[in-house]
């Protein structure tokens, strides 16, 4: 069974960083095509980013771009959300999902916060 384990939300102020992780376990990480999503209050569950191995491909919805970066470490097996330049509007659960095939696993979610 895959199971995800997210962690490293928090409160930070506007501007800030934080990095949240998702360690895999059940599945080598280089087999599942990996995502974060995020659900703001009030509000549907939305893509953050995705990142496929083979081909090594990454994909960033437009109100990340450049201030998010995906990172896949295989050899901790272990997905990485590194969250720079934060703002208000980014406070929100943030979930990873992992797909192998026709099957889908997600994460408990993790708490990110953007207040001054």
């Known amino acids: 069974q895959v199971q995800l384990t997210e962690a490293g939300g928090g409160l930070a102020q506007p501007g800030e960083s934080l990095r949240l992780s998702c360690a895999v376990s059940?599945?080598?990480?280089?087999?599942?095509?990996m995502s974060w999503y995020r659900q703001a209050p009030g509000k549907e569950r939305e893509l953050v980013a995705w990142?496929?191995?083979?081909?090594?491909?990454?994909h960033y919805t437009d109100s990340v771009k450049g201030r998010f970066t995906i990172v896949r470490d295989d050899a901790v097996n272990t997905l990485y959300l590194q969250m720079n330049s934060l703002r208000p509007e980014d406070t929100a659960v943030y979930y990873c999902?992992?797909?192998?095939?026709?099957?889908?696993?997600w994460g408990q979610g993790t708490q990110v916060t953007v207040s001054s």
């Open positions: 059940g599945t080598p990480l280089n087999n599942v095509f």
């Open positions: 990142s496929n191995n083979n081909p090594i491909r990454i």
């Open positions: 999902k992992a797909q192998r095939n026709t099957e889908i696993f």
